[in-house]
């Protein structure tokens, strides 16, 4: 893991000498970024900005990028098939109505 668990004395060594310091840089930072968003960001508009930042870092490595690309040939490859036997499907069952329908005519 990280490390071992600070004991009792050494939290206290730590809010005594070396917190004050912290929290007044942290204080100064936080009082230059706040003088620029005044504003409330609209959720919706956060919603879309965050999701254009994911969309445009894209994938990490070569590896990942030749899955991505690997996994959107085959859903491509998918998609023709399926769409192949549905006509396929379609053109038997016609082809069985027809033969129905002149063996209903054929008697007469």
Not at 4 to 10: A, V
Not at 23 to 50: F, H, Q, W
């Amino acid at each position: 893991m990280v490390g071992k668990e600070p004991k009792d004395q050494e939290i206290l060594d730590f809010i005594k000498n070396d917190l004050d310091q912290i929290i007044t840089r942290l204080s100064k930072e936080v009082l230059a970024g706040s003088i620029e968003r005044d504003r409330r960001i609209n959720p919706k508009r956060l919603a879309r900005k965050v999701s254009r930042e994911l969309e445009r870092r894209g994938v990490s490595s070569f590896a990942q990028e030749a899955l991505k690309l690997e996994y959107a040939q085959r859903k491509k490859e998918k998609k023709v098939q399926s769409r192949d036997q549905r006509e396929a499907l379609k053109e038997r069952k016609r082809e069985l109505r027809i033969q129905k329908m002149k063996a209903k005519h054929r008697g007469k």
